[in-house]
Structures are given as C-alpha cells and as structure tokens.
C-alpha cells in the first residue's frame, strides 16, 4: 500500500503538467520537421551517345507492299497488323493466365505495398495498451525487517497508455528509403511490361511456327507421295526393260529421303502446339487448333521509332533508368547514415487500483522524451558502407548504357534481319513461280503426248520443294517483324491513314523511302 500512494501521489503531479508538456511536445515535433533536409550526392542518369540512325545503308522492302515507316505513334496491339482472329484471341487468354505474368503482377502489388511500408517511417506512430494485475506487496516488521516480514495486503492494478514514436527525418534517410521504394515499383512495372511483350512476340512465333510447320508438312506429304509415285512408275518401267537398275535405286533413296523429312515436321508442329499452350497457361494435352499459314496477312507497315524515342517504350531500358533510381536513392541512404538520428516520445496513460480511480484525473501518467543518435567511431564501416552504394550506382550505371546501346544493336539488327528475309522470300517466290510455270508445261506435254508422266512428276516434286523454301521464307518474313516489334519494346497500333503524314501534335507517319534512319 505505501508503493500504491508514491504512485498515486506521483501521477497527480504529472497530471497537473500533462497539458503544458503535450503543447511542448507539438511545438519540438513542429520545428525538427521543419529543419528537415535531404544530404547525398544527388546522382543523375549517365549521358549515352544517341544516333541519328540505326542502319547506315538504305533499307528497302519490297514483297506484299510492305514498307518501313517513321512513327511516334503510341505503340500498342502490333499483333493486331497480322489480322489473325485466333493469333488475337490466343494473346489475350495469355495476357490473363500466364505463369510468368501473372508473377510480374504479383511483385509488382508487392512492390507498391513496400512503398506504402516505406512512407509509413516519415509519419508517427502511435499505439495503445492495456493491462490488468493482481498483486500482492510485501512489508517489512518493526525493526525493518532485519528478521521477518509481513505480507502485505492484495491489490489491483488497471493500466492504459497511448505512446506515440516519431524519427524526425531530418537529414532525408527516410524520404530516400520512400524514393528507393518507388524506383523498386517501377523496376517491376516495366519489367512487367517487358513480360508481356516477350508474352506477345513469344504466343505469336509458337502460332507462325507452328502454322508453317503445318504447311510445310503437307507440302512434304505431297512430295513423298509424288516420289512415291515415280518410284512405283520407275520400277514397273525397269521390269518391261525401259530403265536400268541405278535409276530405280536412285528414286527409292529420293522416295526415302521426302519421307523421312515428315516426321521431324509433325514433331515441330506438336511443339508449336505444346509450346502454345504452356503460355496459355494449359497443359501439353491442351486442345489447340493451330491456325493456318494463309489466315495470317504480313504486316504492310513497319513502324520505326526514332532512336532518341526508343528509351521511352523499350521497357528493359525503363527497367535500367528505375534502377539507377534505386542505386542512387540508395548511396543517398549511405550518406544520411553518416548523420546523427533523432527520436522523440510521449506517453500518456492511466494507473489506478479500482475502477473508480482509474477515470479520476489524479490518475492520469505521462512522459516527453528526446534523443539523439550519432556515429562517432565504428571502424570506417559507414564510410566504407557509402563508398560501396556509390560503386553499386556505378555498376548500375554502366549496365544502363550498356541496355541502351544494346537497345540500338537489336533495332538495327532486327531491320536487316528483315532486309535480308524480304531478299531471299522475293527470290524464293520467283522460284516457285518458275517451278509451277513448269509444272504446268510438263503437264500440257503430256496431255499431247510430248513427254513421259516422269517428266511430269519431276517438275511436280521441283514445284513442291520450291513451295516448301517460299513457306519457310514466308514465315521468317513474319518472325523478322515479330523481333522488330519486340526490338522497338512495344506493340504499335496504325492510324486509318498510314501511309501519309498526319498532324504531328498526336502522331507523324512518313514513310522512309531511303530507310537510312531504320
């Protein structure tokens, strides 16, 4: 009971100094935010050489009136210039179940969470607490307890505080660690963005893949029969005496050549189709229907950013500039360390034995306290700690403009890439022109009795191997522009009038007739 009256007499004290010491508390939280101020070095983005163009040699496309074109045109949909339903329909159920993007998302709204978490430390906290005991106190005996003690009487005790904590930020750690936090958020946004392009192009070459396996497969479905057909005829010609031996074993090595050339084709349209439906978010059974070769149109406009536009839509470069922002927030950290720290707390609360008391003023308890925190000697680690996020900016930085110019490469790659496949489809389809042009020939000589049906069967086989080099230039003609798309980092939607130059305040198209700047 003699503890319970210091305690109670203590608290009336403070009760009476409560308000003058909450107004002190207001006014010092008041002026060490004020007296805030960031430290660091303050760190921008290195200076990367743009060109003027990526190729220096003209770039010129001739099949299917297909042209490279200037745009700052908002890039979007670009899978959308194949006119293909299914190619469409499939991208979209990618964008909604794939592992990978749906992964993306989830570290993206991780990210955004840890800001939330990071913006927190600039506020104060505030918490409660609440507390019931029963307790009994000892007492000494006359002679002060030099040889017994007495028990003293039980008692209750009832406890309720509110505390509140605050870190002025005053030398701008905590504003650095919210801008880390941001930068970290739009690292994953863009990496999300780059996971769905990689999605786009990724669902669109498994769909051209595998339609051109599938007419690749029935052109050599063809030329086995075909080869099949002359073999037959060779053998019935060599047993009535009209053709040697070598010719027949020639034909039948030919015949098991065309054959053998199926089945690794229906393998690479099972994995088209596998490879589909893991990015659809399906399993390998998954039923698929592969859309045909024909159903998808070759884009007529390829669009070509400006290489100065390119750091704004490719998202790996977005990537590298949000992690410059991370590493340099972070040497900014390192430097506020160095720097004292500050904290303040109050308290205000309740103690009382009974419930009566417990709501009398008397009882109230309270406390204001300050600090400050300063390194004075921790053997260089600080220092140290600092001089490493510095080189850490350094190494970000260097990989930054290695992204860039990297960026640059596969532009211009990816345009000559496409030069050269527009060259070899434009020959390919003379040749297969030639082929059929003779095919038809042979055909009409023998309905005149001018030639032999091997005749004819030759020129059939030649057509269908052309036939199959003009499918596989086709299709690299499509893969060429699906690496454009993705090396420009976006999709691109057209305008309705592409091919002439509309008003520059929303979007220029020009068409680039030297291609020297694609």
Known sequence: ??????????????????????????????????????????????????????????????????????????????????????????????????????????????????????????????????????????????????????PGNLYSLLLGTIDVHYNPDVFGRQADLVHAARAQAAVSRARLHQSEVFLAAAVSRAVISGAAAQAQLHAAQRIAAADARLLHLLRQEYQLGYQNLQSVDQQEAITAAAQARIAPLQADVAAARHGLAALLGQSPDADLSMPTLASLQLPASLPTTLPSALAEQRPDIQAATAELQVAAAQADVATADLYPQFNITADIGKAAMTGEMFFNPISTLWSLGAGIAAPIYNGGALHAQRRAALDQYKVVSDRYRGTVLNAFREVADALRALQGADAAYQHHLVA???????????????????????????????????????????????????????????????????????????????????????
């Not at 009256?5 to 004290?13: N, P, T, V």
């Not at 403070?14 to 007296?35: D, E, F, N, T």
């Not at 003779?438 to 049906?453: F, I, M, N």
């Open 1 to 150: 009971m003699k503890n319970a009256r210091y305690l109670h007499g203590r608290e009336r004290r403070k009760a009476g100094r409560s308000a003058p010491g909450m107004a002190r508390l207001g006014i010092l939280l008041g002026v060490v935010a004020a007296a805030g101020c960031a430290v660091g070095p303050q760190l921008g983005a290195p200076a990367v050489p743009t060109p003027k163009t990526y190729n220096a040699h003209p770039i010129n496309l001739h099949g299917a009136q297909q042209r490279v074109q200037w745009t700052t045109q908002e890039a979007q949909a670009w899978w959308s210039l194949f006119r293909s339903t299914p190619l469409n329909d499939y991208i979209r159920q990618a964008m909604r179940a794939n592992p990978d993007v749906q992964a993306a998302r989830a570290a993206l709204a991780r990210e955004r969470s840890l800001i939330a978490v990071a913006q927190g430390g600039l506020l104060p906290s505030v918490g409660a607490g609440a507390g019931v005991g029963r307790g009994r106190a000892q007492r000494t005996g006359a002679n002060g307890g030099a040889s017994y003690r007495i």
């Open 432 to 518: 297969q022109k030639a082929a059929g042009a003779a095919l038809h020939l042979a055909e009409a000589r023998y309905r005149d009795g001018a030639t032999d049906y091997a005749t004819v069967l030759n020129a059939e086989i030649a057509y269908q191997q052309d036939t199959v080099a003009a499918i596989s230039a086709r299709s690299q003609r499509y893969l060429d522009s699906v690496a454009l798309f993705v090396a420009l980092g976006d999709g691109w939607r057209p305008d309705a009038n592409a091919a002439t130059a509309t008003d520059a305040k929303t979007h220029s198209t020009v068409e680039n007739a030297q291609g020297a700047p694609a």
